[in-house]
């Protein structure tokens, strides 16, 4: 059975940074994408990035440019570098990889941005 296990949440002051980690317990090319997401209290999930097998990324409007997807094959392991943090970014993150229609979701992280 696919595990993910995510880790490197806590409490940041705002203009902070952290760094997600999303271990993964299989190859993680035996996925089409691995990603982050996050639920705000009282919101819906949503989508914060994404990185394909081919290494492609894609990230949400509201994160460009402050933060980075990556991964490391040799660990199967995905990254969410994230600088520059602001009070709405406060949510649960979770990371998912998905076969096809196939998702998998860790038990989420969570990260607090606040003075």
């Known amino acids: 059975q696919v595990q993910l296990v995510e880790s490197g949440g806590g409490l940041v002051q705002p203009g902070g940074s952290l760094k997600l980690s999303c271990a993964v317990s299989i190859n993680i090319f035996e996925f089409n994408d691995v990603g982050w997401f996050r639920q705000a209290p009282g919101k819906e999930r949503e989508l914060v990035a994404t990185?394909?097998?081919?290494?492609?990324?894609d990230y949400a409007d509201a994160v460009k440019g402050r933060f980075t997807i990556s991964r490391d094959n040799a660990k199967n392991t995905v990254y969410l570098q994230m600088n520059n943090l602001r009070p709405e970014d406060t949510a649960v993150y979770y990371c998912?990889?998905?076969?096809?229609?196939?998702?998998?979701w860790g038990q989420g992280t969570q990260v607090t941005v606040s003075s």
């Open positions: 990185i394909n097998v081919g290494a492609r990324t």
């Open positions: 998912r990889a998905r076969i096809l229609s196939r998702h998998t």
